[in-house]
């Protein structure tokens, strides 16, 4: 795997002396003349668009004085060596401002300048991508070292190779709403040697780059309280965050990746003691970071505040487990409650539909319960289990033997007989399958003895 920090920086080396040769223009302390001492704050133009390419009043060059928009200077190169070299500040601010268009050529920030520690770099604050930074092939777009302090701002950095903010050997950047567009095989943010640089405003990423985040020999990189980094598209990154040689990147409380699901990558190395701080945020990616080499002991990182995450997501399973259980038992009492209404309504259907049987049920047990009766007295004989017929007597009053005509049931055959004469009252040819026909009046106008005879049918 290698070191991709070191590689990336021995890439730059050769055109980092090319550019700070380029850089170099001639000044007024070159020449001879004093620094201009600074009543107020002073600030540098840059418009990357030569007077050579358009006839314009206010097209850029390098031999302007650079401290109007009117006479801008062509480069940022050229605009911070009229800075560093012409300029006694005197306390007062310094800052370059870029016009909006496609600049480049890189800015190489060494050293430190006269009465200030600093200058501001801004871009366009309405729109960060209506200003390009984007330098030649293997050359840092903005290359900070030797001690210098920049602040850059409203900007997009893109290109092949290229690294976009570069500190080394005790320098420190602070950028904010920084757009970080395509970066083919290219690094977005790199320190080394000591160095620092802190992300704040809100940083986004729109475009393909081999590294995001990388520090190297004992330099930090710090991503703000509450600073998002926000994916605007799906990009590949094939390394989110690098740390090596006891360097630190750190995410400080809050900060935060917003559609880290379009990340596709490694997360995260940590080797040589190298470590990484999430503050509890998990760094995108859809390849697993590691701390150790297979088979190499002792070249470990360390990597904490991932068990804060994962707490931080415990929390939320457990949270929505709760409000699951309740859901459930919410649906169970509803379930609960139709099945009650349920067993109602059926219930009260199958007493209508059943009314009719347990009217054919209750004259039933009228019959085998009969009382006597006061007006006439008749014998019963029922089919039981062991025969045909019996003659088992009970007493059956006459407005049972009328009910009697009401029965539709196919296996009783009825057979009534006279009590004096045991003449039948109806025929033998009148015998028939319920309802029988037996004449309540008849019964009603004599004693008789009126003999059910029960039939099973098999």
């Not at 900060?255 to 503050?279: C, E, K, M, S």
């Amino acid at each position: 795997m290698g070191n991709i920090v070191s590689r990336t920086w021995s890439r730059a080396a050769i055109a980092i002396s090319l550019v700070i040769a380029a850089s170099c223009c001639q000044s007024s302390v070159e020449a001879g003349s004093p620094r201009i001492r600074a009543t107020q704050a002073v600030t540098f133009y840059v418009n990357p668009v030569s007077c050579r390419d358009i006839s314009r009043i206010n097209c850029g060059d390098d031999a302007n004085d650079c401290t109007s928009s009117m006479t801008p200077c062509l480069t940022m190169a050229g605009a911070y060596t009229r800075a560093q070299q012409d300029y006694d500040f005197a306390g007062h601010s310094c800052t370059i401002q870029l016009a909006d268009g496609r600049h480049t050529s890189p800015a190489n920030i060494a050293g430190s300048l006269v009465g200030t520690h600093l200058c501001y770099w801004l871009g366009n604050e309405k729109d960060r991508r209506a200003v390009v930074v984007n330098p030649p092939p293997g050359v840092p777009a903005f290359f900070v070292q030797d001690g210098a302090i920049a602040v850059i701002m409203h900007v997009r950095c893109e290109g092949e190779r290229i690294i976009c903010f570069a500190g080394r050997q005790f320098s420190i950047i602070d950028i904010a709403w920084v757009d970080f567009g395509p970066l083919p095989n290219g690094t977005a943010i790199s320190v080394t040697n000591q160095s620092r640089i802190n992300l704040g405003g809100d940083i986004w990423i729109s475009g393909d780059a081999n590294a995001f985040l990388t520090a190297d020999d004992l330099s930090q990189i710090t991503v703000g309280t509450n600073v998002p980094i926000v994916i605007t598209r799906p990009v590949e990154i094939t390394y989110f965050a690098l740390s090596y040689k006891k360097a630190l990147i750190e995410l400080l409380n809050g900060a935060h990746f917003v559609n880290p699901q379009f990340v596709r990558g490694q997360q995260y190395i940590a080797l040589w003691d190298g470590a990484i701080h999430t503050g509890g945020a998990v760094i995108p990616g859809t390849i697993a970071g590691a701390a150790s080499v297979p088979g190499h002991p002792g070249e470990e990182g360390r990597v904490w505040g991932i068990d804060t995450a994962l707490q931080r997501e415990l929390a939320q399973l457990q949270q929505q487990h709760a409000q699951l259980q309740q859901q459930l038992a919410d649906l169970q009492q509803e379930n609960a409650r139709l099945n009650h209404d349920l067993r109602e309504m059926l219930d009260s259907v199958s007493w209508r539909i059943t009314a009719p049987l347990r009217e054919v049920q209750r004259w039933i047990r009228s019959i085998t319960r009969s009382t006597a009766a006061p007006s006439a007295e008749c014998n019963l004989c029922e089919l039981r289990s062991q025969s045909d017929c019996c003659q088992a007597h009970q007493t059956l009053a006459p407005r049972d033997i009328v009910a009697l005509r009401h029965l539709a049931v196919p296996c009783i055959v009825v057979r009534a007989m006279d009590s004096v004469g045991q003449r039948p009252l109806l025929s033998q040819q009148r015998e028939q399958a319920m309802p029988a026909t037996i004449n309540s009046d008849d019964t009603r106008a004599r004693f008789c003895s009126v003999q059910v005879v029960l039939r099973r049918h098999l």
